[in-house]
């Protein structure tokens, strides 16, 4: 029975894979997105690169995955020829020389060229990433315990981003209509957030990355993006997505016990959808502070 369960899972999981990525139909103003960037079961590869970041890293580390393997293997050989050719049986009288100096040359100028050659190509991966340029858009993102706290400093914009089904480990009913009315299916349990970063495609985005109480760290796998959220420090990162689509992330550093709760959910939408929701969101905005407003004077009174 259980070979048979888990030929069924990888049936299901090979059947949903090669359906291609769900469309999540919003309930925020935007229009239907698939689902771009996404975890897949059993996956132990890269999410598919949505930034020239993201691409770059993921050529990097093809790369330097060769040259270890190489090295790995060439190590392997020599272990194997010194266990084979000068073992106690073939080599009675071993040798009692201590030095051999082209061979201590060669050990210490190989890595150094190794290293210089990895270098090379990782250091302007680098700085590619820590040279932020001017953005085109800017959001805040302050980490709390456990949600995350974003602002459009330039449009008056401000709001929380919770998990739906925040602090639940199974899909409930309550849960499945939430996740159905924000336009995601049970699979993205845990990865979907009631309220997303919208984001225009193909322009500069430079996320400002806080703390609130403790450390936190924002990371969306599919931009190659990752910066520690530091209480007291503002750091930046920065990404051009290239496709439209919902991409998620997951706060990476260990921050309390509801750690693994606390999701990141990004929407890359066109420019025209993106000043939409921005214009949008500042009508709800200015109705609430016009509602508080009243408020107060009725109270004064």
Known sequence: MRLIRQIASLGATAFALAAGPVAAQSNDGIGELQIEGAPQPGGIGFQEAATSIARDLQWLDGMILAIITAIVLFVTGLLIAVMVLHNRGRNKTPSRFTHNTPIEVTWTVVPVVILMFIGAFSLPVL??????????????????QWYWGYEYPDEGIAFDSFMIGYGENYVTDDIRAQLQEAGY?????????????????????VVQVTGGDVIHSWTVPA???????????????????????????????????????????????????????????????????????????????
Request: hydrophobic content about 40%; glycine content about 6%.
């Open 127 to 144: 700085f590619n990433q820590q040279e932020i340029p001017e953005a085109d858009v800017t959001v805040k993102a302050t980490g709390y």
């Open 185 to 205: 299916t049970e699979d993205e349990f845990r990865l979907a957030t009631d309220e997303a970063m919208v984001v225009p495609v193909g322009q500069t985005i």
């Open 223 to 301: 931009f190659g993006v990752k910066q520690d959220a530091v209480p007291g420090r503002l750091a930046e990162l920065w990404f051009e997505a290239e496709k439209e689509g919902v991409y998620f992330g997951q706060c990476s550093e260990l921050c309390g016990k509801d750690h693994s709760y606390m999701p990141i959910t990004v929407k890359v939408v066109s420019q025209q959808e993106y000043q939409d929701w921005v214009d949008s969101r500042t009508e709800e905005t200015a109705s609430a502070a016009q509602a508080a407003g009243a408020v107060q004077v009725a109270s004064a009174e």
